[in-house]
């Protein structure tokens, strides 16, 4: 069973670069999310989908756009990355009032 | 808006017991969880409780809920080194999105 993954694991952007970080589960959960996580300050929802098609903001949305073509996929653009977004980057999946399954995570730095 | 709220830091020391606290806003929450977070890994579920219930015990773990306070806790008896991680309290609505909103985690540091 792979679960949740999350790819890469690791990336090094430069300021007004652009990238996906990509976000894949494999058991036909409805509900997907991300977040990211700053010392001192959690989780912080970014954005989240119920179902292949919508989506809808979290907390802290700016500066990122998602997607959700199919069930399975549900990748986190970077518009034009700026040092404020230097944080590991989470996503989770569940079938929903039940556990939340999460990626390993993608630490993302910008320089 | 939902908020949940924890102290950032606990440290123990090892074979004693650890209890982290929360306290939640919104009273419609249904579904109240602990989730572990270890070094450089993802978060994984340790145990979840209903709004209806006050008390769930699974082996070394005890959660307590207070719905009248909004109060979660987590007791961990006889701790040990590898208890030392994040823990997160988290809570879904009743109705909507089901999305879980996180605390800001609590670090516990067991020591010898």
């Known amino acids: 069973n792979a679960g949740v993954t999350q790819t890469p694991k690791f990336q090094v952007l430069k300021t007004g670069q652009s990238m996906t970080l990509q976000c894949a589960q494999d058991m036909n959960h409805e509900y997907m999310s991300w977040y990211r996580q700053d010392p001192g300050m959690g989780l912080r929802l970014i954005h989240y989908s119920v179902g292949a098609g919508i989506t809808d903001q979290g907390e802290v949305p700016n500066g990122y756009n998602v997607s959700r073509s199919t069930t399975e996929d549900f990748p986190l653009r970077l518009l034009s990355a700026a040092p404020s977004q230097t944080s590991v980057y989470f996503c989770?999946?569940?079938?929903?009032?039940?556990?939340?399954?999460f990626g390993q995570g993608t630490r993302l730095t910008v320089v | 808006g939902e908020d949940v709220e924890q102290s950032l830091f606990l440290s123990v020391r090892e074979g004693d017991s650890s209890v982290i606290n929360c306290t939640y806003t919104?009273?419609?929450?249904?579904?109240l969880y602990w989730y572990k977070q270890e070094p450089g890994a993802g978060l994984q579920l340790l145990t979840y409780?209903?709004?209806?219930?006050d008390m769930k015990q699974d082996q070394r773990l005890t959660v307590l809920l207070n719905k009248k306070d909004k109060h979660l806790s987590l007791r961990i008896a006889d701790t040990q080194t590898g208890d030392s991680a994040i823990y997160f309290c988290a809570e879904t609505p009743q109705t909507g999105s089901y999305i879980p909103t996180f605390g800001r985690g609590t670090s516990l540091i067991v020591h010898p």
């Open positions: 409780i209903f709004s209806n219930m």
């Open positions: 919104d009273s419609s929450s249904t579904y």
């Open positions: 989770a999946s569940s079938p929903g009032h039940s556990e939340a399954f």
